[in-house]
């Protein structure tokens, strides 16, 4: 099975973040940066986006820095206690201002581990209250008859007029 890489575009992209991230040279050219673990014949790098796995056979240097925004994150999350549900708050908050969606994802996520009802957390997901519990967004719409189309939310009626135009 062949294991393709990241795209030189991809890998560009991927850059946007610390410069004084780890950075993985690519044998086609291409760099990614973020903090780097080395796990058996691929190379994971933890980006502000998410996680990307290469190939070792497609790396062609490792370069490391003090993995920048990333690397912050993890130690500010290394001194928290499992259940300092106003620290992993406070993360959660830190890791979205400096442009870490990634990351704040996970911390938002620990904290309904621990505080399943926890509305900040919940609101910081995109969820919203409806009859006494959480939903994500699309249900709320859902619930409403509503139906994503044309990159907007619309009643499923006026989505269904407008195929019926269509056809």
Same mark, same amino acid.
């Given at each position: 099975?062949?294991?393709?890489?990241?795209?030189?575009?991809?890998?560009?992209?991927?850059?946007?973040?610390?410069?004084?991230? @780890? &950075? *993985? #040279?690519? *044998? @086609? +050219?291409? #760099?990614?940066?973020?903090? !780097? /673990?080395?796990?058996? @014949?691929?190379? =994971?790098?933890? /980006?502000?986006? +998410?996680?990307?796995?290469?190939? #070792? !056979?497609?790396?062609?240097?490792?370069?490391? +820095?003090? /993995?920048?925004?990333?690397?912050?994150?993890?130690? =500010?999350?290394?001194?928290?206690?499992?259940? @300092?549900?106003?620290?992993?708050?406070?993360?959660?908050?830190?890791?979205?201002?400096?442009?870490?969606?990634?990351?704040?994802? &996970?911390?938002?996520?620990?904290?309904?581990?621990?505080?399943?009802?926890?509305?900040?957390?919940? $609101?910081?997901? +995109?969820? *919203?209250?409806?009859?006494? $519990?959480?939903? /994500?967004?699309? &249900?709320?719409?859902?619930?409403?008859?509503?139906?994503?189309?044309?990159? $907007?939310?619309?009643?499923? &009626?006026?989505?269904?007029?407008?195929?019926?135009? *269509? #056809?």
């Amino acid at each position: 099975m062949a294991h393709l890489g990241p795209t030189p575009a991809l890998a560009l992209l991927l850059l946007a973040g610390s410069a004084r991230a @780890d &950075e *993985v #040279r690519l *044998v @086609d +050219g291409g #760099r990614i940066e973020g903090a !780097v /673990t080395e796990v058996g @014949d691929e190379v =994971r790098v933890e /980006t502000a986006i +998410g996680v990307v796995s290469v190939a #070792r !056979v497609d790396v062609a240097s490792i370069e490391r +820095g003090d /993995t920048g925004a990333v690397g912050e994150y993890r130690a =500010r999350a290394g001194t928290l206690a499992r259940d @300092d549900v106003q620290g992993w708050l406070r993360l959660a908050a830190w890791a979205r201002a400096a442009g870490l969606s990634h990351q704040a994802v &996970e911390a938002f996520e620990h904290v309904l581990a621990v505080d399943p009802i926890n509305a900040e957390a919940h $609101r910081g997901l +995109g969820h *919203v209250e409806h009859d006494g $519990r959480w939903i /994500t967004e699309a &249900e709320a719409h859902a619930l409403a008859g509503e139906v994503f189309y044309g990159g $907007r939310w619309v009643k499923a &009626e006026e989505a269904d007029a407008v195929w019926d135009e *269509v #056809r």
